[in-house]
C-alpha cells in the first residue's frame, strides 16, 4: 500500500523557514516525478514546486515562490523536501506532496492527474 506522509509544517511568522518532508512508503520515488501543491480553504489547489526523476530536467517552481523554496529529494531516504525560506502570510495554506510515474509533472496538475497524494499539512504565517 502506497503512503506519502508529510512532515515539518506549523506556524512561525513572516520571514521565517520552515522545510516540510514527504516521506514515501510502498513505491521507491527514483521512478516518479514528483510536486508539492498548496491549498487555500475556497481556492483551487496550486503548485508549487515540481521536481523531474534524477537528471531529467530542472525543477519547477511557482512565480511566487522562485527564490525562495527550494525542493528536492533522497532517494535513499524515499523522502521528498520543500525547503521554504522568507516565508510570507501569502504562504499559509495546505501544503501536499504528491506523485505520478508518468512524467513530467506540471504545475497547473489538478487533484485528479497525480498517481498519487498526500493527506496534507498546514502552513501559517503571521505578519
Known amino acids: 500500500q502506497v503512503q506519502l506522509v508529510e512532515s515539518g509544517g506549523g506556524s512561525v511568522e513572516a520571514g521565517g523557514s520552515l522545510r516540510l518532508s514527504c516521506t514515501f512508503s510502498?513505491?521507491?520515488?527514483?521512478?516518479?516525478?514528483l510536486g508539492w501543491f498548496r491549498q487555500v480553504p475556497g481556492k483551487k489547489r496550486e503548485g508549487v514546486a515540481t521536481?523531474?526523476?534524477?537528471?531529467?530536467?530542472?525543477?519547477k517552481y511557482a512565480d511566487s515562490v522562485k527564490g525562495r523554496f527550494t525542493i528536492s529529494q533522497d532517494n535513499a531516504k524515499n523522502t521528498l523536501y520543500l525547503e521554504m525560506n522568507n516565508l510570507e502570510p501569502e504562504d499559509t495554506a495546505m501544503y501536499y506532496c504528491?506523485?505520478?510515474?508518468?512524467?513530467?509533472?506540471?504545475?497547473?496538475?489538478?487533484?485528479?492527474?497525480?498517481?498519487?497524494w498526500g493527506k496534507g499539512i498546514l502552513v501559517t504565517i503571521s505578519s
Open positions: 504528491a506523485a505520478r510515474l508518468i512524467c513530467p509533472v506540471m504545475l497547473e496538475e489538478d487533484q485528479y492527474s497525480m498517481d498519487y
Open positions: 510502498g513505491l521507491g520515488i527514483s521512478r516518479y516525478c
Open positions: 521536481i523531474e526523476r534524477e537528471g531529467d530536467e530542472a525543477p
